[in-house]
């Protein structure tokens, strides 16, 4: 309850109150201080739940991340390894071809060497029978050759036979 005075234009306003009103009113303000602690209590263990989840999704956004990237290494790791086989492939190919190809032309100097050896003991062997024709008349006797090849050089053997 309030009355209100009025004195030189000032206006007075006094309350009375209540023994029963202001314990009404100590009752309301605690049940809200009860509800905001209990509210409190809520919002605490809410905003606990919140950080949960939200590390909960961190983690899981890290993981992903992270499996993501071993995915993309272990792909690159084996990208670069093909690459490497295939390289090593030509270069081996390569090596290969130039071993066939010197081989090749070694094969043909040899040749041409023991050819031209051969066309050396051929045209010996030919002044040796035309010489040799002259004095048939002379002497009756045979001639008998032997021929051996080696790889650096060509040994030729004539044996003069008289029967």
């Given at each position: 309850?309030?009355?209100?005075?009025?004195?030189?234009?000032?206006?007075?306003?006094?309350?009375?109150?209540?023994?029963?009103?202001v314990t009404m009113?100590?009752?309301?303000?605690?049940?809200?201080?009860?509800?905001?602690?209990?509210?409190?209590?809520?919002?605490?263990?809410?905003?606990?739940?919140?950080?949960?989840?939200?590390?909960?999704?961190?983690?899981?956004?890290?993981?992903?991340?992270?499996?993501?990237?071993?995915?993309?290494?272990?792909?690159?790791?084996?990208?670069?390894?093909?690459?490497?086989?295939?390289?090593?492939?030509?270069?081996?190919?390569?090596?290969?071809?130039?071993?066939?190809?010197?081989?090749?032309?070694?094969?043909?100097?040899?040749?041409?060497?023991i050819h031209w050896?051969?066309?050396?003991?051929?045209?010996?062997?030919?002044?040796?029978?035309?010489?040799?024709?002259?004095?048939?008349?002379?002497?009756?006797?045979?001639?008998?050759?032997?021929?051996?090849?080696?790889?650096?050089?060509?040994?030729?053997?004539?044996?003069?036979?008289?029967?």
């Amino acid at each position: 309850m309030g009355v209100r005075f009025c004195k030189d234009g000032h206006v007075i306003q006094i309350i009375i109150e209540n023994k029963e009103e202001v314990t009404m009113k100590k009752m309301k303000e605690q049940q809200k201080k009860k509800e905001k602690t209990k509210n409190g209590r809520r919002v605490i263990a809410a905003k606990k739940i919140q950080a949960w989840w939200r590390g909960t999704l961190v983690r899981r956004t890290l993981l992903h991340a992270a499996l993501s990237t071993w995915i993309i290494q272990s792909w690159w790791r084996l990208t670069k390894d093909r690459l490497l086989q295939k390289k090593r492939r030509a270069a081996l190919s390569d090596y290969a071809l130039r071993e066939r190809a010197v081989v090749k032309l070694q094969s043909l100097v040899r040749m041409w060497r023991i050819h031209w050896r051969y066309c050396q003991v051929l045209n010996a062997i030919y002044v040796i029978q035309c010489h040799w024709q002259c004095h048939n008349c002379q002497t009756c006797a045979l001639l008998r050759g032997h021929c051996v090849v080696t790889a650096t050089h060509l040994q030729f053997h004539i044996e003069i036979i008289n029967p």
